[in-house]
């Protein structure tokens, strides 16, 4: 696309805003790109990019595999441009390359790594033309933003031009079945010791053979779609991976992997299964960019889980730790109430689970919490939840559903009084659940149950002496 008289004032007027916000000492913010998209809608595809462009999207963990791609393409001393700051979507994109450019819009560096929302894929992908693709898997979520799977895959199928390769789930059949003419990799998991083929979950989107409708036989189910299978009327089967994790020891944090046939060992920031996933795309997609595991492993040993999705803090004997669970995604909510589940002792639970903007503008649609498996917060270990929120008392009744006892719930609309309700004296970890813009209303409930613990810690003390 060729340079117009619209996109230079789109570029300079966006130059300008920059400018004005670095003045007031506002940072991080996509407002440029917005300016350019809104003085010239097509700005992307009339913006020079740098030469080699990675895209990482997909429904979950997307945030987390850029970080981490980030990270050790720094430590490993590469200069790129990249939207981590901003938004995912082409305002964040936009603002990135407008960031990082000569006065006429030229780019400084030669690479760049974007994360991209995959609903926005169509106003992203033809304009960027990613070398490098990678899709970390498709999953159900918020309805309101993303309808369904196959309308998420449809967009995707439309909008990765056909010279991009890309780097794919391999137990992800909804994800491995993208663009099928494309070059490829896959990456998986092996199956590992106590696994089996039984779904333990509400929502399993993938039923039949996509190539002939017959129903699949499983070899392998880990959570919902993800797992092995194969069909038995036309011998389609879940794709062989190039980069695998062969086994993982989560008490020590240790992963063996095969690298497109390079074995290597690997310590991790958090043996949780979604973050090996997170770590093996991560380790998959530099290996495709050309980092030998040699460089690649001593990096990404040094990495960390950001700590806006998952901090742990110990206070006397006890715990209180922060989970990013988005609202309006019962994949990812699950996944966190599994988490729970399997962490050790006795727990209790803050649930804020109101997406940020539905509680604003009122919550469209409680569907997504008949999809979530609250069921996996019926246990024993699990000693006492708290839902607050516009939304708390669908909360209640969805925990009620799933079989937890009325006297191990409370439930309040005013979230910054949640913590009143839990009495932290017979639990040894409190987590506190919070959506990807809640993450001020967290760290204040944070506090206060931080403070609770202390207090408890000092009677006990005071107490055995
Ligand atoms: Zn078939």
Redesign the pocket.
Known sequence: MKRNLRFYFALFFAKGTALVLKLIRRKGTSMPGSWALILCPDFLGRMEKPKRIIGITGTNGKTTVSNMVEDSLTALGYDFVCNRSGTNVGSGVSSALIAQSTFFGRPKKDLAIFELDERSAPHLLPYLQPQLLLCTNIFRDSYKRNAHMEFILDILNGSIPPETRLVLNADDLLCAGIKPENQRVYFGIDPQPGEDNVCRNIVQDVRV?P????RLDWDLIRYHHIGRAR?P????SSPQAQYKVLSFDPDHLKVQMDLNGQKVALTVPNASTINVYNSLSTAALLSEFGIEPDRLVPVMEKLGVSATRYSEETVGSRKVILHLAKGQNPIACSRAFENIRNYPGKKAVILFLDDYFDALHSVENTAWLFDTDFEFLNDPGVAFIAAAGARHWDVYLRLLLAGVPREKMGHIEDVEHAADLVDPAGVDAVFILYDVYTIGLANRVKEQVRRQLAACTEKETAHEN
Do not use: M
């Open positions: 053979c190539h002939c409708g017959a069909c009327q036309c011998g389609f």
